[in-house]
């Protein structure tokens, strides 16, 4: 019995998750722990991750948003996935998060962002073969729960008015 309930699909999303805090962008994801880490790229503010049979990829990074907007970031994202060849069929945004996902060659990309304090912006990017598409819609949905930021922002304008003291 234990041997068919390890060789089953849905242990995998059972399975433990790692959390993952970037403190520098003040995001937060969980991670499954079926997917390690790739050789870094260099870049710090991103982790790159695959399972062991390398059917999936997950990127998830920090980012300043283009001039500090997260409609502008979030547009920007669409069209490069657009330019990339993905052929995008469903897109949600709002000025806190995108989602959107769309498919090329037999694969299918997800992507979910959010707005961060500072014009800051944390993004992750899954994609997979649609052959897959049972074994990681589960973990996508779990990972669009998770990614949200760590830090309360302060008000973008705060406007200090001094006036002079009187006798």
Not at 29 to 49: C, K, Q, V
Request: proline share 4%; glycine share 8%.
């Amino acid at each position: 019995m234990l041997a068919r309930l390890l060789l089953c699909p849905a242990s995998a999303f059972a399975a433990d998750w790692w959390s993952y805090d970037n403190a520098g962008f003040g995001y937060a994801i969980e991670l499954p722990s079926e997917f390690h880490l790739a050789t870094p790229s260099g870049d710090a503010n991103r982790l790159s991750l695959w399972p062991a049979d390398r059917s999936a990829s997950l990127q998830v990074f920090g980012t300043v948003a283009a001039n500090g907007d997260f409609t502008t970031e979030a547009n920007g994202r669409v069209a490069l996935a657009r330019n990339e060849g993905w052929k995008i069929s469903y897109a949600k945004s709002n000025s806190r998060g995108i989602s959107f996902s769309g498919t090329r060659q037999g694969r299918i990309v997800y992507v979910r962002g959010v707005a961060l304090c500072n014009g800051a912006a944390a993004f992750f990017q899954m994609d997979y073969s649609k052959t897959d598409m049972q074994r990681y819609d589960v973990m996508v949905m779990r990972l669009v729960r998770s990614l949200r930021s760590t830090k309360k922002c302060a008000p973008t304008a705060q406007i200090v008015k001094s006036f002079p003291a009187t006798g």
